[in-house]
Every structure is written in structure tokens, then in C-alpha cells.
């Protein structure tokens, strides 16, 4: 069985979030400190995922909305060890056809 970390309204946390579609390069800085990768699945289908710490669950109730005002379905989220973020992920490069 799975154990679940205790949670605070306030406090941070770390999180993995997916969403269909690309992020154009220049909202990437509006998800700081996320860090962001695009992947292709099997389908065929873009999906980019942030990964990273957020400040409360408000500061991820605004980036949620954020990603939906965006018009990028969302996939994923998934409380995270803190441990389990690693430092050497890097940000996804931005293409033709990224949301604006």
C-alpha cells in the first residue's frame, strides 16, 4: 500500500504536471521554478510536463488555471517527493506550432 505524505493547505510541496500540448518558450518564465520537457508519446501526441516546487496549493490552483486559460488539456498531477525532482531535467526547446 502506497503511503501518502501529509499535506498543508500552506505549505510547499513538489508536483508533476502534464499537459497536452507545447509550451511556447516565452511562458516557460511564468512557470518559474517549474522545469518543463515535451515529450511525443506513442500516439503521436505532445505532451509537456512541468516538474518542480510550488510555493502552496494556491500557487497550484493558479498555475492550473493558468495552463487551462492557455487551452492545454490537462493530463497529470501528481504530488511528488521532494527527492524525486532532479536537477537534471532541463527546460523543453519551443517549436513551430507551440501555444502562443
Do not use: C
Amino acid at each position: 500500500m502506497q503511503q501518502h505524505q501529509k499535506l498543508q493547505l500552506d505549505q510547499p510541496a513538489h508536483y508533476t504536471i502534464q499537459v497536452q500540448g507545447r509550451l511556447a518558450e516565452h511562458w516557460l518564465a511564468t512557470f518559474d521554478p517549474m522545469i518543463a520537457t515535451v515529450a511525443v508519446d506513442a500516439d503521436g501526441v505532445v505532451v509537456t510536463s512541468l516538474r518542480g516546487p510550488l510555493m502552496d496549493q494556491a500557487a497550484l490552483q493558479g498555475l492550473l488555471r493558468s495552463l487551462y486559460a492557455l487551452g492545454l488539456p490537462l493530463l497529470l498531477v501528481r504530488l511528488e517527493q521532494e527527492n524525486s525532482v532532479t536537477s537534471s531535467e532541463s527546460r523543453g526547446q519551443s517549436k513551430k506550432g507551440d501555444t502562443p
